[in-house]
């Protein structure tokens, strides 16, 4: 190795081992708290909501959204927000608004950021009619404490949480992250994520539930639905005590079907690269095809239609 080249080896070294040092020491300073290396500054503002409202309707850009039963009869409004960026808070023909105002600059978009925006709205618990939350990179989260007429949440990237009920739809869609919907009725049910995993349990709709996914992950439990349609790329599903009066209907690409005793008046599955499997409360007549595999299921010549095929992958069906 050339002497020159040695002599930047140990420079290159050293300044690393100096920058090590001078982090360690400022880190130690700051007891290695890296919140507080954020460039961000936020602040926390609070509106009361005076005017009566039976709507809501949020639209933000980076912020969390919690919806909390207040301990009384008052609405308000809590914003942990940037000091650029802040939300405005108005009640406009009946629906109460909540809206981010940027007004930052360009280069206000740079920085280092170890914290991020919340929402909490406090309001009394009860009906209310259309909730609508949309939102670019940020968690939702609605619990049990409410009914609206209808639900409708967009997200780019961020988890979606609900509990509350509707009288007629709730549709959830989000780009990248998880959704959960658990222990609610309503009239339909409308799921779809691109990326990320959909939990779905203790549901009842008079009509349709239609959950789409490309990659992730779906488990269905203690579903009672009209018809229930799963659509997706990638990714198994668990269909666990999901009863559907009319049809239950699974489209993979690739991804394993399971069924725990399930069941609905016509079943029909299609996956290219996957198992099917598992139990049905009612006999069948069954219609049953795999390219690479084998096929097991039972020889019942009454009931509804059966339907499922896969290309590479077993079917192994039975009847509780």
Same mark, same amino acid.
């Given at each position: ?130 909730? $609508? =939350? #949309?939102? %670019? &990179? +940020? /968690? *939702? ?107 239950? $209907? =699974? #489209?993979? %690409? &690739? +991804? /394993? *079907? ?63």
């Amino acid at each position: 190795m050339r002497t020159t080249t040695k002599v930047w080896l140990i420079i290159a070294a050293s300044l690393v081992l100096i920058g090590c040092i001078i982090f360690g020491g400022v880190m130690s300073m700051l007891k290695w708290d890296f919140t507080k290396l954020s460039t961000v500054k936020y602040e926390t503002n609070d509106y009361e909501i005076n005017q009566a409202y039976k709507n809501i309707s949020i639209v933000t850009d980076t912020a969390d959204v919690v919806l909390v039963p207040s301990q009384n009869s008052k609405s308000s409004v809590v914003c942990c927000e940037q000091k650029n960026m802040r939300h405005s808070v108005t009640v406009k023909d009946g629906t109460l608004k909540i809206e981010v105002v940027d007004t930052r600059k360009w280069y206000e978009h740079i920085g280092i950021n170890f914290g991020g925006p919340k929402i909490t709205v406090s309001i009394p618990q009860g009906e209310y009619a259309a909730l $609508s =939350v #949309k939102s %670019s &990179t +940020g /968690d *939702v989260e609605i619990p049990k404490d409410f009914k609206f007429k209808s639900i409708d949440i967009l997200e780019s990237t961020g988890d979606v949480t609900s509990y509350a009920c509707a009288s007629e739809d709730i549709k959830i869609k989000t780009s990248t992250g998880d959704i959960c919907v658990e222990n609610v009725s309503a009239n339909t049910l409308d799921l779809s994520v691109s990326t990320g995993r959909i939990t779905v349990s203790n549901v009842a709709c008079e009509g349709d539930v239609k959950i789409d996914v490309s990659t992730g992950k779906t488990n269905m439990t203690n579903i009672a639905c009209k018809n229930a349609t799963s659509n997706g790329n990638t990714g198994d599903i668990l269909l666990n005590n999901v009863i559907a009066a009319e049809k239950i $209907s =699974v #489209k993979r %690409s &690739t +991804g /394993d *079907v399971k069924f725990d005793d399930s069941d609905a008046a016509e079943i029909f599955v299609k996956t290219n690269t996957g198992h099917i499997t598992g139990t049905l409360l009612s006999e069948k007549v069954f219609i049953a095809q795999t390219d690479t595999g084998r096929v097991d299921v039972p020889k019942t010549t009454n009931g509804g239609k059966c339907e499922v095929s896969t290309d590479t992958g077993n079917v192994k069906l039975k009847i509780r």
